[in-house]
T-cell receptor, first 115, second 114 residues
Framework: AQSVTQLGSHVSVSEGALVLLRCNYS??????LFWYVQYPNQGLQLLLKYTTGATLVKGINGFEAEFKKSETSFHLTKPSAHMSDAAEYFC?????????????FGAGTRLFVKA | DAGITQSPRHKVTETGTPVTLRCHQT?????MYWYRQDPGHGLRLIHY???????DKGEVSDGYSVSRSKTEDFLLTLESATSSQTSVYFCAISVTSGATDTQYFGPGTRLTVL
């Protein structure tokens, strides 16, 4: 069975500081990994995804994530936080070569950005 | 924008009443999903559809039914709403690229059951 753990339900950073949102997964087969962002009163938007190949994945809005198989992690980072990054972020995992109905979402991490 | 709309966007209803939420897509995607979002639980799959009249249960399907009579519409029905079904409901479609299915979400429906 697969699962996703996001460490920290809330993370607070200062504007301009590094953003690090942690995601660890468990999966019995090679996974596909996703990060989504949700702004208030909106649906989830895809930030980035890892399928195969390069383990460092770049997404929209300056975010990137690195797949580390040995650590079963897919942490999301951004070098310099902006006020507009304040939102909730969800990590998700889907087993290799299965449909979206197998996608499991983490509980989410709310990012606060202080001026 | 994956061309997904949901209606209504907000609804308040009373315990025991039936409720139907609608998801409409404009791009002819085969797979459609209904999720509920609750604090501390992320998104949990209620039902999904893999074609017209083809549906299956997800993780939290009890108390919900779905129907898909046209490719573009996927309906979620609460037969007799309960307070535990107060939640935000999201519809999604998935797009296949290579071996990956990536999901795209609608704007959500906030349902309150009093």
């Amino acid at each position: 069975a697969q699962s996703v753990t996001q460490l920290g339900s809330h993370v607070s950073v200062s504007e301009g500081a590094l953003v690090l949102l942690r995601c660890n997964y468990s999966s019995s087969v090679p996974p596909y990994l996703f990060w989504y962002v949700q702004y208030p009163n909106q649906g989830l938007q895809l930030l980035l995804k890892y399928t195969t190949g390069a383990t460092l994945v770049k997404g929209i809005n300056g975010f990137e994530a690195e797949f580390k198989k040995s650590e079963t992690s897919f942490h999301l980072t951004k070098p310099s936080a902006h006020m507009s990054d304040a939102a909730e972020y969800f990590c998700a995992v889907s087993p290799f070569d299965t449909g979206g109905f197998k996608t499991i979402f983490g509980a989410g991490t709310r990012l606060f950005v202080k001026a | 924008d994956a061309g997904i709309t949901q209606s209504p966007r907000h609804k308040v209803t009373e315990t025991g009443t039936p409720v139907t939420l609608r998801c409409h897509q404009t791009e002819n995607h085969r797979y459609m999903y209904w999720y509920r979002q609750d604090p501390g639980h992320g998104l949990r799959l209620i039902h999904y559809s893999y074609g017209v009249k083809d549906t299956d249960k997800g993780e939290v399907s009890d108390g919900y039914s779905v129907s898909r009579s046209k490719t573009e519409d996927f309906l979620l029905t609460l037969e007799s709403a309960t307070s535990s079904q107060t939640s935000v409901y999201f519809c999604a479609i998935s797009v296949t690229s290579g071996a990956t299915d990536t999901q795209y979400f609608g704007p959500g429906t906030r349902l309150t059951v009093l």
